[in-house]
């Protein structure tokens, strides 16, 4: 089977949130061809170069939103003669049609739905036919159209009260965000030639999919770990009010047809789940799987190879307001009065940006102010109740070694998508206290303490609890690791989605590469059979009757199963 893998910001690129899992699930199903269709979102991203790709990798398209319209790689190249006189009155219609429904009141308002489906659809016939929108979608006919729609009767409160820097604004949000449409991926020698495509993420990650259905017929799979529509509301919280209700206006938009048009949507946990049902996502489509991790790297501290300062508190993960350190230091300052030789450890990734460095510096200051009698000694673990490491640092080289340090793993985030730190910590046989926030009640499943968010009392309590309780925390440290290497590793994941394309690959047959239109429809461009080494043969001739397949051979419309392939491979090579 041939998958089209679109990613966005992600794999192949050597960054990004998607590229671990992508890359397992790809060398995890070396029998599938896989064409990757990448989107990127910076240039240190691009120039940072792609990770080294298995051989069942065929070919990689990409395309960069981050640099000017004229500059991309991978888009059209606009006619000769440009958009004349009537090319620009249908952009006026069409995008008249999207920025109305974006504006629209109430997220089930079919007629803004249709209207979304046409003006997208419509914009992407018009750049297939006339070349790249960009110009179009940063010209003054965009911003008065979307003035327009503002206003209209029927729209949104919040972006009624939208000014023309406003408008200006979310122009060019709108612009980067429809770049796919004017992409050069839609033909027989793109998507067009995949049996599936599979968007690992919802959002501008889908739209190539959507297009790949609408002009090709092709199939398609979306994953979502993280709610992108969710994301996107907290990635613009800087903006202003009016552009941030337009915003989330063509992101809820997107996010209904998305699910409209997928053949199934595999939220990564419960709680995505629910999102995805509240911006219309039907439940039939559905379906629950678990992201894929790496179990092995924690094997040793797992099995009790390393103990661990059984005073010893751990938190590992990024440093940013969301995981609410502030909140963790405040409530270890009651650790210590209730327990004096506790101690804290605080190991992240290496810290990027303005912002993650303020946070830092902030809370550096705070664990000083907290512990006046013990701040005078370096940050080192020794010298100091809370000390702040960073993964690869002379304390914590390894990540599982940062889980190994301690006897219990503290999450104290307010805002949390799936907890990978958990899951690590899982497979680590540790106990933990969480903050109910997210998927962590789903991903603990019972095997740990979870506490309300923002309530340093009682992750305090929680804390000092197994800490006092060595007998308690190998109990939930052991159902923690059982729990994790059930639902949470590479195998189960690459498992599950091997059954998914087989599925729907069954319910949605395509003609083979240079067959006979006439032909009957096949269930796969390239059937598995053609995998198989060797030369397939009926065990004994005088059982098949003249003309006839045998009745282990699959026929035109069969789909084969992990176990008969297996068998095939054996009569192959025997």
């Given at each position: 089977m041939r998958i089209g893998l679109l990613t966005d910001g992600g794999y192949p690129y050597t960054t990004g949130e998607s590229r671990l899992w992508c890359d397992r699930l790809v060398r995890g199903l070396a029998r599938h061809e896989f064409d990757i269709f990448a989107l990127s979102r910076s240039r240190e991203q691009e120039e940072r170069g792609l990770v080294a790709l298995p051989p069942q990798v065929r070919r990689v398209r990409t395309a960069p939103l981050w640099a000017a319209p004229e500059s991309r790689h991978g888009a059209k190249k606009r006619a000769e003669r440009g958009y004349g006189r009537r090319e620009r009155r249908e952009f006026a219609a069409l995008f008249g049609h999207l920025a109305t429904a974006i504006c629209a009141e109430g997220a089930e308002n079919r007629g803004a739905s249709e209207g979304?489906?046409?003006?997208?659809?419509?914009?992407?016939?018009?750049?297939?036919?006339?070349?790249?929108?960009?110009?179009?979608?940063?010209?003054?006919?965009?911003?008065?159209?979307?003035?327009?729609?503002?206003?209209?009767?029927?729209?949104?409160?919040?972006?009624?009260?939208?000014?023309?820097?406003?408008?200006?604004?979310?122009?060019?949000?709108?612009?980067?965000?429809?770049?796919?449409?004017?992409?050069?991926?839609?033909?027989?020698?793109?998507?067009?030639?995949?049996?599936?495509?599979?968007?690992?993420?919802?959002?501008?990650?889908?739209?190539?999919?959507?297009?790949?259905?609408?002009?090709?017929?092709?199939?398609?799979?979306?994953?979502?770990?993280?709610?992108?529509?969710?994301?996107?509301?907290?990635?613009?919280?800087?903006?202003?009010?009016?552009?941030?209700?337009?915003?989330?206006?063509?992101?809820?938009?997107?996010?209904?047809?998305?699910?409209?048009?997928?053949?199934?949507?595999?939220?990564?946990?419960?709680?995505?789940?629910?999102?995805?049902?509240?911006?219309?996502?039907?439940?039939?489509?559905?379906?629950?799987?678990?992201?894929?991790?790496?179990?092995?790297?924690?094997?040793?501290?797992?099995?009790?190879?390393?103990?661990?300062?059984?005073?010893?508190?751990?938190?590992?993960?990024?440093?940013?307001?969301?995981?609410?350190?502030?909140?963790?230091?405040?409530?270890?300052?009651?650790?210590?009065?209730?327990?004096?030789?506790?101690?804290?450890?605080?190991?992240?990734?290496?810290?990027?940006?303005?912002?993650?460095?303020?946070?830092?510096?902030?809370?550096?200051?705070?664990?000083?102010?907290?512990?006046?009698?013990?701040?005078?000694?370096?940050?080192?673990?020794?010298?100091?109740?809370?000390?702040?490491?960073?993964?690869?640092?002379?304390?914590?080289?390894?990540?599982?070694?940062?889980?190994?340090?301690?006897?219990?793993?503290?999450?104290?985030?307010?805002?949390?998508?799936?907890?990978?730190?958990?899951?690590?910590?899982?497979?680590?046989?540790?106990?933990?206290?969480s903050t109910d926030t997210g998927a962590v009640v789903e991903v603990i499943g019972g095997t740990g303490l979870v506490v309300p968010p923002r309530n340093p009392r009682a992750l305090a309590d929680a804390c000092v609890a197994l800490l006092r309780d060595p007998e308690r925390r190998s109990r939930l440290g052991a159902a923690a690791r059982a729990r994790a290497l059930e639902l949470f590793t590479v195998e189960q994941n690459v498992t599950a989605f091997r059954g998914i394309y087989l599925e729907l690959m069954s319910h949605n047959p395509v003609h083979r590469e240079n067959a006979d239109r006439a032909a009957a429809p096949q269930p796969f461009a390239h059937p598995a059979e053609s995998h198989v080494p060797g030369r397939w043969a009926a065990p004994t001739a005088a059982r098949v009757p003249a003309g006839a397949a045998p009745s282990w051979v699959p026929g035109p419309l069969a789909v084969l199963t992990r176990d008969q392939l297996d068998i095939a491979e054996e009569g192959a090579g025997a």
């Open positions: 979304f489906a046409e003006g997208l659809y419509g914009l992407a016939d018009l750049a297939r036919e006339h070349g790249g929108l960009g110009g179009e979608l940063r010209s003054e006919t965009a911003v008065r159209i979307l003035e327009t729609a503002c206003r209209a009767p029927g729209a949104n409160r919040a972006v009624r009260a939208a000014r023309v820097p406003d408008h200006l604004a979310f122009a060019s949000l709108l612009e980067r965000a429809l770049r796919p449409l004017s992409l050069d991926w839609y033909g027989d020698d793109a998507l067009g030639a995949v049996d599936l495509s599979h968007a690992t993420s919802g959002g501008r990650a889908a739209l190539p999919g959507l297009l790949a259905k609408r002009f090709c017929g092709v199939p398609l799979l979306v994953t979502e770990y993280g709610v992108h529509l969710r994301t996107q509301y907290l990635d613009n919280a800087q903006l202003s009010a009016p552009v941030r209700a337009l915003g989330s206006g063509f992101q809820l938009r997107l996010a209904a047809e998305v699910y409209a048009r997928a053949e199934l949507v595999t939220p990564g946990n419960t709680h995505a789940r629910r999102w995805q049902e509240r911006c219309g996502a039907d439940r039939a489509k559905l379906r629950t799987v678990y992201p894929g991790m790496a179990a092995d790297r924690f094997h040793a501290v797992g099995e009790g190879a390393y103990g661990g300062d059984p005073h010893t508190l751990v938190w590992v993960g990024r440093i940013e307001p969301a995981k609410d350190l502030i909140a963790l230091l405040h409530a270890f300052a009651e650790v210590r009065r209730a327990e004096p030789e506790a101690r804290l450890r605080l190991i992240s990734a290496p810290v990027r940006g303005v912002e993650a460095h303020g946070y830092l510096a902030h809370c550096r200051a705070l664990a000083a102010q907290l512990f006046p009698d013990e701040a005078a000694g370096a940050h080192a673990v020794g010298d100091n109740p809370v000390s702040f490491e960073e993964i690869g640092g002379p304390e914590a080289p390894d990540l599982a070694d940062a889980y190994a340090a301690g006897s219990v793993v503290v999450l104290s985030s307010v805002v949390e998508g799936f907890p990978i730190s958990l899951v690590e910590a899982m497979f680590c046989g540790r106990a933990t206290v």
